[in-house]
């Protein structure tokens, strides 16, 4: 497996991933959600940020998932990023993914430095989702959110990035079919919104 930014020493990693961020998403890395609403979902998508968090290991750079608790409304039980719809005190999506963050792991603000942001995607939800990349320095804490985390759990950031581990499949919903990605890992299995989100990652990553 060759990538490039794997190739460079740790510090150089991070000034790689921002400058890759800074610039204007990539046509591969936009519409990558197929405009499907779930019933009663109809109507302007509500704003919404994740924090993709990006773990500075000693062995690797990992990233960070979430569970979430079966008990939950919108996609229970579902492998997940940190983050919930951005609230009125919060100035931008970047803040929103640090405060849902903190609100459902314990994660320390101050362990986070955010790098740039991803394309949005939609939900099936109804939330018109802003992707946060932060980097993340050990060591910290998790404090999962008994109410809405389940687990929670790392992946090397490098797996998630191998095309071979891409999955693209479908499933019909009543005559219409829907197409979705999936990374599976082991016994967790990461797919629909969160496995795309890493799509558009790793797009971003490869655009020249």
Do not use: C, K
């Not at 919930?84 to 994660?107: F, S, Y």
């Not at 404090?143 to 985390?149: F, W």
Request: proline fraction near 9%.
């Amino acid at each position: 497996m060759t990538l490039a930014l794997f190739d460079l020493p740790r510090p150089e990693q991070r000034r790689w991933l921002a400058e890759r961020l800074a610039r204007p998403a990539p046509a591969s890395a936009l519409n990558l959600s197929d405009g499907f609403r779930l019933p009663g979902r109809d109507g302007a998508p509500t704003p919404a940020a994740v924090l993709v968090p990006l773990i500075n290991r000693d062995e690797e750079l990992t990233v960070l998932f979430t569970e979430r608790s079966r008990d939950l409304p919108d996609h229970p039980g579902q492998i997940s990023f940190p983050g919930g719809r951005i609230e009125r005190e919060d100035t931008d999506e970047g803040v929103a993914a640090l405060r849902e963050a903190h609100e459902e792991i314990g994660l320390p603000r101050e362990r986070v430095t955010l790098l740039g942001r991803l394309a949005e995607y939609e939900t099936v939800t109804g939330y018109r989702v802003t992707p946060v990349v932060g980097w993340v320095e050990p060591p910290f804490e998790v404090r999962a959110d008994p109410i809405e985390v389940a687990d929670v759990f790392e992946v090397p950031l490098a797996f998630l990035l191998e095309p071979s581990n891409q999955q693209r499949h479908f499933r019909m919903v009543g005559d219409r079919r829907r197409d979705y990605y999936a990374i599976p890992y082991g016994e967790r299995y990461i797919w629909g919104a969160t496995a795309a989100m890493l799509l558009i990652l790793d797009r971003t990553r490869r655009a020249a």
